[in-house]
């Protein structure tokens, strides 16, 4: 602790995750459909990267762009959901300083990788109904892997820049972290500095990695739309809005919680509430993926069927 009072948590070596404690009664039961939930989304997104690796015809730049998702899913899981389990299944609601900032880390990057994958796969549905004669061009296997790299890059850089101004902000005296996990807004509060500046700079990067990218996204999907409606076959309108739709789904449940969440200042969000919107999108989301994009696609079915020996 220095001259002011102000203490870095690395000199008490961990922090408080007060996460659901507000309401004993409700940890049990949030034990157990965080673990339900945490089942499936191990099971359905490894089928869908296992199915995509396993069938040649589901080697398409759609399916790629999928298996990065589900991947991506399962690490965002990961990096947070058995450590909420266990805080909720037991009396010590700790973590280590390191363990705190490694989960800052990787909760971050893998949430600004799935923005921008996210703009990623709706280019690549406006290339395919917009633009059917060149996508074979447009997207090349070499410009998809380019393009999931470039998720996957600008997701982690923005996170070292954020983890590294956060975690150099003083805090004052107490470490309880009233979230479930360690996150920006939550770990601001503890600031006993002024932290506009750093809210300003949330606020800044949060617009580009998430406004942009939704913007992005509709524009597309208003292309798309507007192809849509110029297709007189009704088996391609249904084919191209069961694709679509299930990724506007996603990008649904991904992006509305996420703008609740970063589009304003940590000092303006209800800090309940928030708990629950941000356990929405960091246990339901990942294990809801898979069921939205392959219980009603044919594709998924008929490789299914091949894979069994059935077709």
């Known amino acids: 602790m220095n001259d002011d009072g102000k203490v870095n948590a690395s000199s008490e070596g961990y922090f408080v995750l007060v996460g659901f404690s507000n309401w004993p009664h409700l940890e049990v039961v949030?034990?157990?459909?965080?673990?339900?939930?945490?089942?499936?989304?191990?099971?359905?997104?490894?089928?869908?990267?296992?199915?995509?690796?396993?069938?040649?015809?589901?080697?398409?730049?759609?399916?790629?762009f999928l298996s990065n998702l589900s991947f991506l899913d399962l690490c965002y899981t990961t990096s947070s959901i058995p450590h909420l389990l266990v805080n909720l299944w037991g009396l010590e609601k700790t973590i280590s300083y390191a363990g705190c900032m490694i989960q800052l880390y990787f909760v971050l990057a893998l949430g600004t990788t799935e923005c921008v994958l996210l703009v990623v796969m709706s280019?690549?549905?406006?290339?395919?109904?917009?633009?059917?004669?060149?996508?074979?061009?447009?997207?090349?296997?070499?410009?998809?892997?380019?393009?999931?790299?470039?998720?996957?890059?600008?997701?982690?850089t923005n996170s070292a820049l954020h983890s590294s101004f956060t975690f150099w902000i003083p805090l004052c005296g107490h470490h309880q972290v009233d979230?479930?996990?360690?996150?920006?807004?939550?770990?601001?509060?503890?600031?006993?500095?002024?932290?506009?500046?750093?809210?300003?700079?949330?606020?800044?990067?949060?617009?580009?990695?998430?406004?942009?990218?939704?913007?992005?996204?509709?524009?597309?999907?208003?292309?798309?739309?507007?192809?849509?409606?110029?297709?007189q076959s009704t088996t391609g309108l249904q084919r191209v809005l069961g694709t679509c739709g299930?990724?506007?789904?996603?990008?649904?449940?991904?992006?509305?919680?996420?703008?609740y969440m970063y589009l304003q200042p940590p000092s303006g969000n209800s800090q309940d509430q928030g708990k629950f919107i941000v356990l929405f999108y960091t246990v339901v989301t990942p294990s809801l993926n898979p069921l939205i994009y392959t219980l009603r696609n044919k594709d998924v079915r008929r490789a299914v069927k091949r894979l069994m020996g059935w077709e």
């Open 246 to 259: 299930a990724h506007l789904m996603v990008v649904s449940l991904f992006f509305i919680p996420a703008m």
């Open 123 to 156: 280019y690549d549905r406006y290339a395919a109904v917009c633009r059917p004669l060149h996508y074979t061009v447009l997207m090349h296997p070499r410009f998809c892997h380019l393009l999931a790299m470039a998720s996957w890059v600008s997701g982690f």
């Open 30 to 64: 949030l034990f157990v459909v965080v673990l339900i939930f945490y089942l499936m989304t191990p099971i359905g997104n490894l089928f869908i990267i296992i199915l995509s690796y396993l069938d040649s015809h589901l080697h398409t730049p759609m399916y790629f």
């Open 179 to 231: 979230h479930f996990f360690c996150e920006v807004p939550a770990l601001l509060r503890l600031s006993c500095v002024d932290t506009h500046a750093d809210e300003l700079t949330l606020m800044i990067t949060s617009s580009i990695f998430v406004l942009i990218p939704l913007i992005l996204i509709l524009t597309s999907y208003g292309a798309i739309v507007q192809a849509v409606l110029r297709v």
